[in-house]
T-cell receptor, first 114, second 111 residues
């Protein structure tokens, strides 16, 4: 069964360092997302991406964050200068089509900023 | 402000009984609604989605939607210990692509 794959599963980084989280969406999907979940809190939408550009972003997705689809398969989230409060699980998701259809989530990357 | 509200629980249900999980949402124009299951430390796993008022059944799961009351529920029949997890309600607000999630209800099925 096709699945969304995320690497690494766990990343530890020092405050102020840049991190790149990687995702391989399901191959025929066209819409890509990043969500985050701080420990004990709800899943929060960060950004959606379609046709090589951001289609929507939340208030959380400030100038410290960027996304890229560098090739035909990878979808990345970059955090330029990490803060302690960036520590969270980051989930990538993808959808076949836009609008009211279901999104499938990857297994997540646990980011720990020390 | 888009809000999705769920009782955080824990909701404790005996094995074999029906578990009933509820969710309300604030954005009246929302059109699509999703239930995800999340085991501790794992990613959300889609269980069901519903777009139209009424009931939608899939195996032991039934999703119910009442747009007038802005209310979505999930029924799990013949509850099993493996159903113990946090159940997340998610809503696709109008003119938006990202999902808005509730905090989730922690369900415990007692053997």
């Amino acid at each position: 069964e096709p699945e969304v794959t995320q690497t690494p599963s766990h990343q530890v980084t020092q405050m102020g360092q840049e991190v790149i989280l990687r995702c391989v969406p399901i191959s025929n999907h066209l819409y890509f997302y990043w969500y985050r979940q701080i420990l004990g809190q709800k899943v929060e939408f960060l950004v959606s991406f379609y046709n090589n550009e951001i289609s929507e972003k939340s208030e959380i997705f400030d100038d410290q964050f960027s996304v890229e689809r560098p090739d035909g398969s990878n979808f990345t989230l970059k955090i330029r200068s990490t803060k302690l409060e960036d520590s969270a699980m980051y989930f990538c998701a993808s959808k076949l089509v836009g609008g009211e259809t279901e999104a499938f989530f990857g297994q997540g990357t646990r980011l720990t900023v020390v | 402000q888009k809000e999705v509200e769920q009782n955080s629980g824990p909701l404790s249900v005996p094995e074999g009984a029906i578990a009933s999980l509820n969710c309300t949402y604030s954005d009246r124009g929302s059109q699509s609604f999703f239930w995800y299951r999340q085991y501790s430390g794992k990613s959300p796993e889609l269980i069901m989605f519903i777009y139209s008022n009424g009931d939608k059944e899939d195996g032991r799961f039934t999703a119910q939607l009442n747009k007038a009351s802005q209310y979505v529920s999930l029924l799990i029949r013949d509850s099993q210990p493996s159903d113990s997890a946090t159940y997340l309600c998610a809503v696709n607000p109008p003119v938006a692509d990202g999902l808005t999630f509730g905090k989730g209800t922690h369900l415990i099925i007692q053997p």
